[in-house]
């Protein structure tokens, strides 16, 4: 038994071809913004806020990743025989997440500033969707046959066509499996959301906290997945480490200091007001809960009954 791997990277919708990887990539930023958007409502964020910082954070996001993939594995667009248009080539695949992080976060923060609206609140709100949207997105490796681990002889194996072998066909005996990294990925990351959510509501984290969870979770399953990986990448043996392995340890460890910092200094619960502008922050609801309503009703019964009761006093008292 094993996983095996697409026979083509395209999804057909009817005669339109749709590249698997970026069905996987626009899937998985539907479902991170939905949920944040139900996040960001229940902390009292105006409804369509996170819509419109979207529209800010996606395309710094998906331009951050793809130079970041460039930067790092330059020789591919860049080196000898090397074709450099190929590099805008994005829906071949080929998105550094970290670059993703880093510019989406700064569309982020351009968005909240347009709306008035606080960045770590909107930070914290966000940070652990985008675990949702990595972990979908992860999927278009597996369309892609891209990123696998090593051999592995594992009931879960990924198939993989030799042609997508790093070294080319020959490079490994008929018929080996390999650790599918994709799949180990998108369960870590699912499965961090969850406990993030949490530990969010159990604690009231807030103060940034949030966001340290989510970049320490990341890097902590991103360095034990990376181990496995085989593929081929231009910054490595840097004290025997793949540069991806060294921001993982870097990130993790700035993010570990702002928790100690955030806990220490009695800034990381959760914030109320999530508006810097008072002016560009909802009006209150005028809309009555059903429960509401009931008591009003309740009220409006009672006051009758004692202006009724008044009545037949008086009639009581006129007719003594």
């Known amino acids: 038994m094993s996983i095996p791997s697409p026979a083509e990277g395209v999804l057909w919708l009817g005669p339109v071809p749709l590249r698997g990887y970026a069905f996987a990539i626009i899937l998985g930023i539907i479902v991170a913004v939905w949920v944040s958007e139900r996040r960001w409502q229940a902390r009292g964020g105006r409804a369509g806020d996170i819509q419109d910082i979207a529209l800010w954070a996606v395309p710094f996001g998906l331009i951050g990743g793809r130079l970041y993939h460039v930067m790092t594995d330059w020789q591919l667009y860049f080196g000898d025989g090397a074709n450099p248009i190929e590099a805008l080539y994005i829906w071949r695949g080929g998105l550094g997440v970290w670059g993703a992080i880093a510019f989406g976060a700064v ?121 496995l990986r085989i593929d081929n990448v231009q910054l490595v043996d840097v004290l025997g480490l793949r540069w991806s392995e060294w921001m993982s340890i870097i990130l993790f460890v700035l993010a570990a200091a702002w928790w100690t910092y955030a806990t220490l200094s009695g800034r990381g619960m959760v914030e109320e007001e999530v508006y810097s502008d008072p002016a560009k922050a909802p009006a209150n609801d005028t809309t009555n809960d059903p429960a509401d309503d009931t008591e009003n009703d309740a009220d409006k019964d009672n006051a009758s009954d004692v202006s009724d009761n008044g009545t037949d006093d008086e009639e009581s008292s006129t007719k003594a």
């Open 107 to 227: 569309g982020a923060i351009i968005g909240a500033k347009t709306k008035g609206i606080k960045i770590i609140p909107l930070l914290d709100t966000i940070a652990p969707t985008c675990l949702l949207a990595m972990g979908i997105g992860r999927w278009g490796n597996w369309f892609n046959q891209e990123l696998f681990g090593r051999p592995t002889d594992l009931p879960w194996g990924l198939e993989i066509d030799p042609s997508f072998y790093p070294e080319g066909p020959g490079q490994f005996p008929a018929g080996t499996t390999f650790h599918p990294t994709f799949l180990y990925e998108f369960c870590w990351d699912i499965l961090a959301f969850f406990v993030i959510v949490y530990l969010q509501k159990k604690l009231r984290l807030g103060g940034g906290r949030v966001v340290a969870l989510y970049v320490m979770a990341y890097c902590l399953g991103r360095g034990m997945i990376e181990t």
